[in-house]
RNA sequence: GACGGAUUCGUCUAACGGUUAGGACGGCAGCCUCUCACGCUGCAAAUAAGAGUUCGAUUCUCUUAUCCGUUGCCA
């Protein structure tokens, strides 16, 4: 049985690289028949914020990704936690201290920071391992006397994984392949802290032991952590699960990860849904109007690829389709063009119906009155122009408004010195007309027209004009069907009364 | 700096070692047309550089370059 798990650590909003790292763990547990599960990595208490944990949840939710297990679904496994999970994880270091595996470091972060700061000015780095120990204050350069005294004084100290000298670590990453790390190179990191909570190294090994993952799936920063983890499941003597690690999100333009400055920069949000962090406020695709569908389907793309030509899927074609196979080892930059078009997509794709239920939510939230009005026709008429719901009010708003102006440059191209005698004409021809229905009022002006053995636009432009306002829109029979024959008569004279 | 990863059109990407290096976004042009969009058609646009292996390299190897990540008692 898979078993995968999403990770996130409740510090605020959750980003979009976190929304593709739980979705394609989601995607491969759901094509592999396997489970997910959704954990909460809070052991930095010092960077907790109110309301991320659920508002990651609420997103997840609203991507359209359900877990197997979590802490709002429970499960066998839980607690889902680790804040929660202390004891675990204080009895698993304890077996560390017991095998050897780890020492007590008393060296206090100011020093570590001398140290740091020190070796820097040289140009170098730091390492707190095998070549460094031995001067630094911690259990295993220090007498067992001194040790016990510091102890027994309350002297703060963290657990330091003791990192082989000098071993060539062969691993396996199920994107990248083959990797090797010497551990001449490795810290000794630190795996309990001073606060006696656990570093994401100790409690994210036992958590995804005890909770039988198979399948690590998450972000690149993770790969140089990699060899650690290995080591780590050796000291405890467990099998460990396999690895793949995701390329990461880059900015659109220059260099580094995606982040929500570079949002801010060029007005697209970075997060699924908008978070208020301490009055800082985050956009959300939610709020921005893209459809979960959209903005999965435009996530799951960026750095996998079905091998084909394929570019719109559903959450079950994702799900059918995913192998980790098929994702990408190199880093994508992020287009927030590509992701309006996947919103257009998802417009295209709906029901003229069904656009119109959304529309009138946004009619209703504008406190348009829209009683009057076919709904369904319009948005049949206008939905291919847009990419998102709140864009068809502005390509609308001629249906429900009477123009009150007239646009100077349509106009001046439009309308001759003949105009309003046509239009007078045009006003006569119209009341004739028994129904208002595109085909009868286009056969009655076009033989018209014909009749006269003139061009079409020297009637349609200012035709348009008057029923619009500008010069834009469908086709204008079907308009007029839908404003009805005494609002199409208004809104000519309208126009020839400026003429 | 060290270690690790990566490198195909501007961007996302495809291509059993053999293709005119394909598709999509964006751009440009044309078509459609009563207008503006949509749509359609077309155009421009790439294998980082250099060696090697091979009959043949985008694909395998090495070197260089560039970019990214890590280098915290953060995750």
């Not at 962090?277 to 079905?306: H, Q, R, S, V």
């Amino acid at each position: 049985m898979v078993r995968v798990r999403f990770a996130p650590s409740p510090t605020g909003p959750l980003h979009i690289g976190g929304v593709r790292t739980a979705l394609y763990n989601y995607l491969f547990a759901k094509h592999n028949g396997g489970e997910m599960i959704l954990r909460i990595e809070d052991t930095d208490q010092t960077r907790y914020v109110e309301g991320a944990e659920e508002y990651i949840m609420n997103s997840l939710e609203w991507c359209g990704m359900k877990f197997d297990e979590g802490i709002r679904e429970g499960g066998k496994f839980g607690p889902y936690r680790q804040s929660d999970r202390k004891d675990i994880y204080a009895k698993y270091a304890q077996q560390l201290i017991d095998n050897g595996s780890v020492y007590m470091a008393f060296d206090t972060p100011e020093e570590l920071n001398e140290l740091r700061a020190a070796a820097e000015k040289e140009g170098k780095t730091f390492i707190y391992n095998f070549s460094t120990r031995g001067s630094l204050r911690n259990s295993l350069s220090l007498s067992k006397e001194e040790v016990d005294e510091l102890i027994k004084n309350g002297t703060p100290y963290v657990l330091r994984f003791k990192v082989p000298e000098n071993r060539i670590l062969e691993t396996h990453d199920e994107i990248r392949g083959d990797i090797t790390f010497n551990t001449k190179e490795m810290d000794d990191k630190v795996l309990m802290k001073t606060d006696g909570l656990p570093t994401y190294h100790l409690a994210n090994i036992v958590d995804d032991h005890l909770m039988e993952i198979t399948h690590v799936i998450r972000g690149e920063e993770w790969l140089p952590s990699l060899p650690l983890h290995i080591l780590l499941y050796e000291a405890f003597g467990w099998e460990h699960p396999k690895f793949a690690h995701l390329p990461l999100i880059l900015k659109p333009s220059g260099k580094g990860k995606l982040s929500k400055r570079d949002g801010d920069q060029l007005g697209f949000p970075v997060f699924p849904m908008q978070f208020n962090n301490n009055g800082e406020m985050c956009k959300g695709y939610k709020e921005d109007g893209y459809f979960p569908e959209a903005f999965i389907n435009m996530l799951a793309l960026l750095g996998w690829n079905p091998g084909t030509d394929q570019e719109i899927f559903s959450m079950d074609e994702l799900i059918k389709e995913f192998t980790i196979e098929r994702v990408g080892k190199s880093g994508s930059r992020f287009d927030p063009d590509k992701t309006k078009w996947f919103n257009h997509q998802y417009i295209l794709k709906k029901s003229a119906k069904d656009v119109a239920e959304l529309f009138r939510k946004d009619l209703d939230a504008r406190g348009i009155d829209y009683s009057k009005y076919d709904i369904v026709r319009i948005c049949e008429l206008m939905k291919e122009r847009i990419s998102f719901i709140h864009e068809m009010w502005d390509e609308t708003r001629f249906f429900f408004e009477t123009p009150t102006q007239f646009d100077e440059k349509f106009k001046k191209k439009a309308c001759k010195e003949d105009t309003a005698e046509v239009m007078t004409t045009l006003v006569s021809i119209l009341e004739k007309c028994e129904s208002f229905d595109p085909h009868t009022t286009e056969e009655a002006v076009k033989t018209w027209i014909e009749g006269n053995e003139w061009g079409f636009g020297k009637v349609m432009s200012p035709f348009r004009l008057a029923i619009v306002g500008e010069g834009k829109g469908p086709s204008v029979f079907d308009m007029i069907e839908v404003i009805g024959k005494e609002e199409t008569l208004k809104r000519i004279k309208n126009l020839i009364a400026v003429l």
